[in-house]
Every structure is written in structure tokens, then in C-alpha cells.
């Protein structure tokens, strides 16, 4: 585990900025004929995207969530207006000047061409040169390779219309833009030349130190990503490929996995152990550990609660802040909104014995429970009970599950004016969460935790829409429930279970509420609204249907339409 996650940090190979410039500029004369001396030089030129990659999914996060019905980032107080920014992802009034897009596909492309540098020097170089096998140098191609179409999957989600590079050699490069027909291709032959290449996961157990790898499971579970939205990207079905994959990897074709045994397992600071895992980016506190930065989860709580609520003072990452929060379910006045989507809050109440609608608490020694802030979050000092403080006004916070000006108002008090929209909340509006743990100083997983990309509950879910949109809601039922009962107590199982396991009732509407659910904040709300034909006509808290349906894809950004003519802007936005 200390070893890859050491490969993460060290710098391995000059990168390029630019999908459309591929000369290659050699700085301090380190290029392909001198660089590779030792095994160890191999090794770590292919892992030094992985580094980049696990950076990268910041930009992914904005996108996805905050443009999206469950989570959003309101102006409180004076905080978190900065121009309208947020604002215009949760409204989908995004413009060609908005720099969260293009932070996507620069991040995705600068991937992109590690990746390329990559492969280009493995093809040249003899792995008996360096002490491997030529299956061991055909692995790690194919995993320069799996996390090539990786930034490729997300550049087909959010632009759909992108060059295709493969190589620093230009003449090998689109110049322009190639179809989602073609850019779909290509990342379904890589794929599934890669399953044949990479290793399988030995053992039932967890990844443990080859966490952060690309294996068969994990290159089978992109194509399930890929097929389950291929009707998004291409127009066609392909549920019943998806269906295939995602059975395949159930069932240990690709190695033998399972699900954890209670629902925050798979996030917690030992999930290398954690056999439900199938690939995620290593963190430790020392090193690489962007789960925890201010795009990811860092900022998902209130400012101000880093010392007394939490006690991770020294955890090295600066206080919290309050930039994400879940979308309100209640007005000001406390009248429920009755949307079909967002209510985040509500969506789980629905099944109010949820272990995770508890209050985030730190237990200590490395271990926590439940995922939600809310109401008054108090902490003991010299001992006395506390609670924490807005950090403007200075009143007491009150998390409620609405938006809106309350001030130092009680929990039962209304404010008098009842707006509520991106504009008008303060420190008080929203349930925050706590996905990832929290611990304080004294706990060995402080900031522990690896960021999972994908685990095993998603092929459950991509496998049950299948079943679902086929008709067969009754094995839905069952695929759902295998991962959803771990998250009540067994006596409320029957109540809360979908049918042939319990009673509650499985329509399309609620399975989208499900995703929703188990995959909270973790990156792919867009995409999954997008499949259910609801991003742009839907309705949620105050956002209004679109005039049309196209923002389901950005823009691309002046500067990169400046920086290559052949660059034609996706359809709906001005051209230059």
C-alpha cells in the first residue's frame, strides 16, 4: 500500500498541457533515451498519471453534483456568491467563460497525454531490459491504456464532441473534434483489449496493497458505465452488454469481491480491506489525499468546525468550510416542498430508520457513526457543553433541512422573509454530510481513507436498472436489497425492502431516488439524471426546467476554442 502510494507523489514524466499541441519539449534533457534506467524508472513513469488522475476528480465532482437536484452551494451570508458561479451550474445558465467546464477538460486531457507519453514509451522499450516479464509490461501498458478511456468515459460525458489523441505523434491525433459514435468506440476496444491484459484480484479479501491499480474487475466496470449510458452518448441501447459485464463481475469472473458489511465500510480509513472496493485512488494524511480537499468532502460541513466538533486540527488540510450543503426539502416556513426530484433529506426519510440520517459522530479510536449534520452541533470543552458557532453573526448554527435567513431564530421559529433560492441562505440552511470520516488527532485514520472510484454496489445498481428497464422489477427488487439491507435495522427490513424481500415499491421514479440514495455526492448524479430524461425538464427546490435539453453537455471554453480553430463549440452555445 506504502509503496503505490509513494509512486503517487513522485514526479515520473514531463506532461503536456494541450490535447492539440503535441510536440514534445525535453526540459533538462530527460527524454525517453535517458530516462528509463531501472525498473523502478518504468514503474514510476506509468503510475505518474494515476497522481493526476486522482487530482483530476475534483473538477468531475463540481460538475456533476452541483449542476444536479441533491447538493448545491447557496450564497450564506456573504459567503459563497463569488459572482454568480454556483449559481449558474445549479440554474444550468452556465456561459463559455465559466472556468468549471474547462478545469474538466483540461484536467482530462493533460490525463489524456500522460497517458499517450506513456504507452508511446513502453511500445519502444524491451521489458527483459528492465527486469519484466512481458506479461508484467503488457499489465502496465493496459493500465496507462484503463485510465486513458477513463478520462475518455468522462470527456464523452460532459462534452461528447472532443479530439481523439493517442499518441504525441500528431499524425496518429484527430485535428478537430471526432463523433461520440467514434470516441465510444474506441474507449469499448480498449476496454475490452485491456480485460485480456490486466491482472486479476487475487483473493476475497480487499484490494489491499494493490489498491489504486487498474485490474479485469475494474476495466469490466467501466464498460458497465459505459453501456448502461450508451443510449445518452450514442443514441442506442445497450442495456443487455451492460447487463452481461455487470453479471459477470457479481458473479468473480474477474476476480472475487462482496459488500461490505455496513454502509460506511467502503469509506472508512482501512477500506483497502474492504472487498467491496474495485478500484480506488490511495490516500494517507502524508501524501496524496484529495478526497479531502475543498472540492471533495472537505468542505461539506460547516466553516469553523475543524477543532471543536471534529478535533482534526492537525490534520493539515486548513479549517472546514461550508461550500456544499443537501438541497432543502422544507420552505422557510417549514411547508414540504413536493417535487419528484431533489429533497435529499426527505428521499431518505423515507425510510427514517436509515443508519446514515444519524448525526456524524466521532467515536474514537478511528471509528464513527452516521453521515449527517443537523441541528445544533454541540461539543464539550473544559467541561462544559458547546455548540458551534456561525462564523459570521456569531449566533448559535442550527442545521435545518430548509434555506433561507434565520439568524439566531430557535428551531421552531419562522423567519419573516420566506425566500429561498441561491441567494438567500445563511449559515444555517442545509444538512450537511460526512461520506467520508472525519477523525480527530488522536485517531490512527485521520484522513486515511482512499477515494473510491468505483465499488461494487454500483454494479449491483447498474444491474438492477438493467433488470428494471427490461421488466423484470421483482429481480431488481433482489439486486437493490442486497446492498440496501445493510443500511436498516433487520426488524424494519420488511417494511423497507423492495418486493420479492419486503414491501416497499419499486417504480422508476424510486429507483432514480435509490441511486440517489447510495451514491450520494459521490460524482455521478448528472450523468444518472441524464439517463432518466430528467436533467434538463425536471424541476427541484427552485430550479426550473431548461428551454431545451442542450446543456446535458457543456460548453467548450473561449480558451479552448482559442487555442485550436478546428475546435467547433457543442451545439446550443455562441461560437466565438
Keep these: 500500500m506504502e509503496y503505490i502510494k509513494r509512486l503517487f ?27 528509463y534506467n531501472t525498473k523502478m524508472d518504468v514503474t514510476r513513469a506509468v503510475f505518474r498519471p494515476f497522481e493526476h488522475a486522482y487530482w483530476s476528480v475534483c473538477s468531475r465532482q463540481v460538475l456533476q453534483e452541483l449542476s444536479s437536484d441533491l447538493v448545491a452551494t447557496w450564497k450564506k451570508d456573504d459567503w459563497w456568491e463569488d459572482g454568480g458561479r454556483w449559481s449558474r451550474l445549479h440554474y444550468h445558465t452556465w456561459t463559455i467563460e465559466d472556468g468549471e467546464p474547462k478545469n474538466e477538460w483540461d484536467g482530462c486531457f493533460v490525463g489524456v497525454m500522460q497517458c499517450n507519453y506513456v504507452i508511446d514509451d513502453l511500445n519502444i522499450l524491451n521489458p527483459s531490459d528492465y527486469g519484466f516479464t512481458t506479461d508484467e509490461f503488457e499489465n502496465l501498458k493496459a493500465q496507462c491504456r484503463t485510465l486513458r478511456a477513463w478520462f475518455y468515459l468522462r470527456l464523452l460525458d460532459s ?12 499524425s496518429k491525433n484527430s485535428e478537430g473534434q471526432v463523433t461520440p459514435e467514434v470516441l465510444f468506440d474506441f474507449i469499448e476496444t480498449e476496454l475490452k483489449e485491456c480485460l485480456d491484459l490486466l491482472q486479476t484480484k487475487s483473493g476475497a479479501a480487499g484490494n489491499g496493497t494493490a489498491q489504486g491499480q487498474w485490474n479485469k ?32 463481475i457479481i458473479d468473480g469472473d474477474y476476480g472475487t469481491y462482496s ?46 468546525t475543524i477543532a471543536n466538533y471534529f478535533g482534526d486540527t492537525k490534520a493539515g488540510n486548513g479549517d472546514h468550510n461550508c461550500k456544499y450543503g443537501l438541497a432543502p426539502s422544507l420552505a422557510p416556513d417549514g411547508t414540504p416542498y413536493t417535487t419528484i426530484l431533489g429533497r435529499p433529506v426527505a428521499k431518505l426519510k423515507m425510510y427514517p430508520e436509515d443508519y446514515r440520517l444519524k448525526l456524524y459522530k466521532n467515536l474514537g479510536n478511528s471509528k464513527r457513526e452516521g453521515m449527517m449534520l443537523f441541528g445544533y452541533l454541540e461539543y464539550e470543552e473544559d467541561g462544559r457543553t458547546k455548540k458551534v458557532v456561525s462564523p459570521t453573526g456569531g449566533y448559535d448554527l442550527y442545521l435545518r433541512d430548509m434555506v433561507g435567513q434565520f439568524g439566531s431564530l430557535g428551531p421552531d421559529e419562522i423567519p419573516s422573509d420566506k425566500t429561498s433560492n441561491m441567494l438567500s441562505g445563511d449559515h444555517n440552511s442545509g444538512w450537511r454530510y460526512c461520506k467520508y470520516p472525519f477523525y480527530r488527532d488522536d485517531d490512527e485514520g485521520q484522513m486515511e481513507s482512499d477515494y473510491v472510484e468505483i465499488r461494487l454496489a454500483e454494479i449491483y445498481y447498474s444491474l438492477a436498472e438493467c433488470k428494471f428497464r427490461n421488466g423484470e422489477t421483482a429481480e431488481a427488487g433482489k439486486l437493490l436489497n442486497a446492498v440496501r439491507k445493510r443500511n436498516y435495522p433487520t426488524a424494519y427490513h420488511t417494511e423497507y425492502l423492495y418486493p420479492p424481500d419486503g414491501n416497499a415499491v419499486l417504480t422508476e421514479d424510486e429507483l432514480l431516488d435509490e441511486w440517489g440514495r447510495e ?26 426546467p431548461d428551454a431545451d435539453n442542450h446543456t446535458e453537455i457543456f460548453p467548450l471554453h473561449r480558451d479552448v476554442l482559442s487555442s485550436n480553430t478546428a475546435l467547433k463549440q457543442n451545439p446550443g452555445y455562441p461560437e466565438l
Design 9 to 35: 507523489v513522485l514526479s515520473g514524466l514531463i506532461i503536456l498541457s494541450s490535447c492539440t499541441n503535441l510536440d514534445e519539449t525535453i526540459y533538462d534533457q530527460v527524454s525517453t533515451d535517458n530516462y
Design 159 to 170: 462534452f461528447r464532441n472532443v479530439p481523439l489523441a493517442v499518441s504525441r505523434d500528431a
Design 217 to 248: 474487475a475494474g476495466a469490466a466496470a467501466l464498460l458497465v458505465r459505459l453501456y448502461l449510458n450508451a443510449e445518452t452518448y450514442i443514441g442506442e441501447d445497450r442495456y443487455d452488454e451492460c447487463a452481461k459485464y455487470a453479471q459477470a
Design 259 to 304: 459488500l461490505g458489511k455496513t454502509w460506511d465500510e467502503v469509506y472508512d480509513w482501512q477500506n483497502e480491506n474492504c472487498p467491496e472496493v474495485i478500484f480506488a485512488f490511495p490516500s494517507a494524511k502524508g501524501y496524496s489525499h484529495y478526497v479531502y480537499s475543498g472540492d471533495m468532502f472537505w468542505w461539506t460541513v460547516p466553516a469553523r
Design 519 to 544: 451514491f450520494l455526492s459521490e460524482g455521478r448524479r448528472r450523468t444518472d439524471l441524464i439517463r432518466f430524461d430528467c436533467f434538463c425538464s425536471g424541476t427541484w427546490w427552485d430550479k426550473q
